[in-house]
């Protein structure tokens, strides 16, 4: 029977590692305006590189004026005119809260899943060989169903049985599908 | 011809439902029952009567998808009780109420061992199951009138009117909201782990390289800030050094193969349905066939999950045909919260229906799109109001997706680009070249895509499928990396190659001789300066390599959809044409086709970002054949109404092109590959065969038909045994042979079992009586009378009746089988399975024939 029990460590596990790194950084703002422009030495003729210019303002004073002027403002005095044309500016936001708990979930997601296979994979057949030998006369491989899990479900051996059959049936299905797709190829070549 | 719709609900005397309440059904739908055909077909009808009460099983419980040996015991004992309560009992009440009334007539042990018994008919189907759309919507439907007839009873009546009223409704909100979520939710997952490959942002390692340099004060314009640190640094190497470029060549290659590997085992190792992209699958679902498990919970975690990694991989794979298999699984979920969805297999198609133009809606943004995809290329049955549930949950899933905004830029793509450049008429030939080009393209791609597949499915690589998994993402990441174009993912590629040479850009893709000192001058239109050139050689170069990887990644067992590969080799072509173009009118600026618009250097001239549309829009229609939806979904895209006309001289240029070549899609290419009994409706039937012809039994072999009183308890049972077809025509007599109606193997099996155990005095020389009335004084053993699960009204046609119609009435009908009569007498039967081993043969035989029509 397999259990659930390395998969809530685990879980208990990530949750404190998640909590251990999360109030880190409050630097990383959720809007912002980004203004690209050509250098400033463009208004002197000559050719040159992007810049790049970050502020944190409001989505109406996302531009050239607002933006880029008061850095830049003293190399192209006078030329504003010609040089703001020249700028991309663009009002972006984000959640980064959203994007937090999402990365984290994945994590969370993924590492689950690997220590349930590994689980699986490693330690469900040391277990189940010992289950088999205890139940022996119960237990017949071949014809595992109604016949002999019925009456360990009627004497109500507990959640830890019921969710043990549950898995048991469930692998039987992945089974099932891993015959149609890897073996038989009848499906999704 | 005598034709009828078949009553299966109960005694047709009694309570016949008269035709028009059924009208709603009119597009053609298809099940599949096979009959007296080759052994391995029997236990179909039995499987899938199955389905509802399986599903049921797996629902409650906490591990996702149906499965085979123990679910099935328990399972089928529900569904069993559908059935029996469908095929036997006779008022509308008791029909509608069926969870309680049934489980007196059937108890569970008995109906297991029979079941148990079926178990072993595995055959090349065995997997498929086929829903019986008439019964089914009349369930709905006699459900429906229940419902209403009662509504004035009680309070609690009214409201399980209304609640039966807007479940509908409801359920779509609930999938699209769940789909809007989940996409968001992979977006972001997506979007993070790509970036892992190039470094981390140590200070938050949850924000891509974008987000982490989101706040920087850095003016120097390049792809890394201070905050983000890619891996040679962080082990203290300079990028720009050899030992710089070998490291991270090192780890992206690394960590490529790592999420490839993961992706795979996954899959493997959870559900493995969630292997590929599914649309050929789904289409073959929702054309009325059930595969256990293909749109479980597992299926949806895993898919999610592993499509995230792979795309990760940077192999050449999309996550949008995927994440119309996501919404689809999520909408089979939701059914279950509402009965007469997720207990009616044919309604559940209609959410299922919804839910593939909500999944479009958020992989590409693009709601209305979303509502005709599922239209032209998925559903197959597509009611009116289907139409407006698609609509709403297309609708609510993208304003989800608006809402959460995953790449910060208020759309649900990250290759969302605003065009509103004009274009020149003469602009249409190179448009129409493009789209022969696609279409050219998308015929090659299938016709190796396909021959692959077959290879992989026959030869001994098919069994390594996580080695394979390795080796292509090895592979692909080795190769990819030096390139800059294939080193970035697909969808930034193509989000670079749409969009317009601004300031902001300073790929080598628009490294032009601009002036940008004048600004009077214009920056749009200038002479290409030598990075172009060196980008149009990468652009070639990856091109080859796209087609070439492309072919062998679709159909390796990872999450995989082939939208975003084609549309990127699309991309590329169309822009390498589009710069070419633009050069041309460029030196030629005064010659008469662009005389009128490019004469004075105006930025109105060409735009080779538009050629990348086009050309991935033609590619993409060449390998799938969408034309209408297609188009939608690319003008969606953009947000420019003006480029419809080119885009669909493209997209119908290249749908001539490719059916010119190969008739299939790549998703009817891999129905036929995969042997999916799947009906098309867009086939038309242009041989003169009868009816007669493909009937079974052939040539002077009886029928196996059963009588309507004469026959014995014992022959009944041999008749089960010794025979395995899936249904019995119940006729007069033998020497007569004038039909009474059809009864199913299942119920005949059940009923026999049931009545075994339950009627005493029983023997084997009890006769069984399909008749209404039975002599009163009865001598002997007691008879079985089974009037009650007999369909007495069977379709049939007459021998002569040609095969077109016969086909006419399995699509439209949605049939399992008809039974064919000469002079009033049962001749044969002709089921789904002989009707497309028909067509096929006819197709190979006279190819010519089916192309003329």
């Known amino acids: 029977m397999t259990t659930p029990v390395p998969v809530l460590l685990s879980f208990f596990f990530l949750f404190f590692f998640s909590f251990g790194i999360r109030d880190v950084n409050a630097q990383y703002e959720d809007v912002r305006c980004k203004c690209i422009c050509p250098d400033t030495a463009v208004v002197n003729g000559t050719q040159s590189h992007r810049k790049l210019y970050i502020e944190n303002v409001p989505p109406n004073k996302c531009d050239c004026t607002n933006v880029v002027l008061p850095r830049v403002g003293d190399d192209i005095k006078g030329k504003e005119k010609e040089f703001c044309p020249r700028c991309e500016c663009k009002y972006e936001s984000r959640n980064t809260t959203t994007i937090k708990v999402v990365v984290i979930i994945v994590i969370w997601i993924i590492s689950l899943l690997v220590i349930y296979m590994l689980f699986l994979v490693c330690l469900d057949p040391l277990l189940n060989k010992k289950t088999t030998t205890q139940y022996q006369e119960h237990n017949n491989e071949e014809d595992e169903s109604e016949t002999h899990s019925q009456p360990l479900r009627a004497s109500g051996a507990g959640v830890l049985n019921r969710v043990g059959q549950t898995t048991d049936k469930w692998k039987k299905t992945v089974q099932e599908q891993r015959r149609h797709i890897y073996d038989r190829h009848t499906i999704l070549n | 011809m005598s034709h009828s719709f078949r009553l299966t609900a109960s005694e047709v005397d009694s309570h016949q439902i008269p035709m028009m309440e ?15 055909a080759a052994p391995g077909y029997q236990s179909f009808i039995d499987k899938e009567n199955r389905e509802g009460g399986q599903r049921v099983a797996s629902i409650s419980s906490s591990y996702p998808g149906p499965s085979h040996s123990v679910a099935m015991m328990t399972s089928s004992i529900s569904s069993d009780e559908d059935m029996l309560d469908i095929t036997t009992t006779g008022t509308t009440q008791e029909q509608t109420s069926f969870d309680n009334e049934s489980r007196s007539i059937a108890s569970p042990a008995g109906l297991g061992e029979i079941t148990a018994e079926d178990i072993p008919g595995i055959g090349q189907y ?41 479940s509908g409704w409801v359920c779509v909100l609930s999938v699209g909201v769940a789909v809007g979520a989940v996409a968001s939710f992979i ?97 073959t679902i929702l054309s009325g066939f059930i595969i256990r498990g293909f749109l479980g919970k597992w299926t949806l975690l895993i898919k999610s999950i592993g499509i995230m990694l792979a795309v990760a991989a940077g192999l050449s794979l999309g996550k949008e045909g995927p994440m119309v298999h996501i919404a689809i699984c999520l909408g089979n979920i939701f059914s279950y919260l ?58 609510i899933a993208a304003f989800i997706v608006r809402t959460i905004n995953p790449y910060g830029n208020e759309h649900s793509v990250l290759f969302y680009v605003e065009y509103n450049k004009p274009w020149i008429f003469y602009e249409l030939i190179p448009f129409t070249a493009l789209g022969i080009l696609g279409g050219l393209i998308g015929t090659l791609f299938i016709r190796a895509n396909v021959w692959w597949s077959r290879y992989r499915k026959g030869s001994r690589l098919g069994q390594y499928p996580v080695l394979e998994v390795l080796a292509i993402t090895l592979i692909n990441g080795i190769v990819a990396y030096p390139n800059p174009y294939t080193r970035m993912s697909s969808t930034r590629l193509i989000y670079l190659l749409f969009s317009q040479c601004g300031v902001a850009n300073t790929d080598d893709l628009c490294d032009y001789n601009r002036n940008v000192t004048d600004v009077s001058s214009a920056v749009e239109f200038s002479e290409t300066g030598p990075g172009v050139y060196r980008a149009l050689w990468m652009l070639v170069l990856a091109l080859i390599f796209k087609c070439v990887i492309t072919v062998f990644t679709i159909g390796i067992k990872v999450p995989a959809g082939l939208y975003i590969p084609s549309l990127c080799m699309g991309a590329i072509m169309g822009r390498i044409i589009g710069i070419g173009m633009e050069q041309l009118a460029y030196h ?53 109404v003006r480029y419809i006309v080119p885009l669909m001289a493209a997209v119908m240029a290249s749908k001539w092109v490719g059916d010119a070549f190969g008739k299939d899609g790549i998703y009817d290419a891999h129905i036929v590959l995969n042997g999916y009994p799947f009906l098309d409706n867009k086939e038309e039937f242009g041989h003169t065969t009868l009816a007669a012809d493909v009937m079974q039994p052939k040539a002077n072999k009886p029928l196996t038909v059963l009588t309507q009183d004469t026959t014995t308890l014992e022959g009944v049972e041999m008749l089960l045994k010794e025979t395995d077809h899936n249904g019995f025509p119940v006729v007069v007599s033998r020497e007569s042979q004038f039909l009474v109606g059809f009864v199913l193997r299942r119920d005949l099996s059940l009923a026999v079992a049931n009545a075994k155990r339950t009627l005493e005095g029983l023997r084997d020389d009890s006769l069984v009586l399909f008749t209404p009335n039975i002599p009163s004084p009865w001598h002997g053993s007691p008879p079985l009378k089974l009037r009650r699960i007999l369909d007495l009204a069977p379709i049939t046609v007459t021998d002569h ?48 024939a089916a192309n003329t029509n």
């Open chain 2, 22 to 36: 059924r009208a709603p059904f009119k597009t053609p739908a298809a099940t599949f029952g096979s009959f007296p």
């Open chain 2, 126 to 166: 065995d997997d498929f199951q086929t829903i019986d759309w008439q019964r089914d919507l009349a369930r709905d439907r006699m459900h429906h009138r229940y419902i209403t007839k009662h509504k004035e009873e009680s309070i609690l009546s009214a409201v399980k009117a209304a609640h039966d009223a807007w």
């Open chain 2, 187 to 283: 977006d972001i997952g997506t979007t993070w782990m790509t970036d892992l490959k190039y470094g981390i942002c140590p200070d938050a390692f949850w924000f891509d390289r974008e987000q982490c340099c989101w706040s920087s004060n850095q003016t120097s314009f390049s792809d890394n800030c201070s905050q983000w640190l890619t891996w040679p640094q962080l082990f203290g190497a300079s990028d720009d050094s050899a030992g710089g470029y070998i490291l991270a060549y090192l780890f992206y290659v690394l960590w490529a193969v790592s999420f490839g590997a993961l992706a795979a085992v996954l899959v493997r190792m959870f559900a493995p349905y969630a292997s590929g992209g599914g649309i050929p699958e789904i289409k």
């Open chain 2, 338 to 395: 509402f009965p007469k969805y997720g207990r009616n297999e044919a309604k559940k198609r209609e959410i299922l229906s919804a839910a593939a133009a909500a999944g479009v809606s958020v992989a590409f943004g693009a709601p209305i799109g979303g509502v005709l995809f599922s239209l032209e290329e998925v559903s197959y049955y597509f009611p009116m109001k289907t139409l407006w549930r698609s609509f709403f949950c297309a609708l």
């Open chain 2, 588 to 640: 030629n600026p005064h010659s008469w086709i662009f005389h009128g618009e490019c004469s004075a250097g105006g930025e109105d001239c060409i735009t080779p970002g538009l050629y990348a549309m086009v050309g991935a829009a033609a590619v993409l229609g060449g390998i799938t054949r969408m034309t209408v939806a297609l188009v939608v979904i690319m003008f969606e895209l953009t947000g420019g």
């Open chain 2, 801 to 848: 009746t040609p095969m077109e119609t016969v086909i006419d009435m399995f699509r439209k009908l949605g049939l399992r089988q008809v039974l064919v009569t000469h002079n009033g007498r049962l001749l044969g039967i002709i089921t789904k399975k002989d009707v497309l081993r028909h067509m096929k043969q006819m197709d190979s035989e006279d190819p010519d």
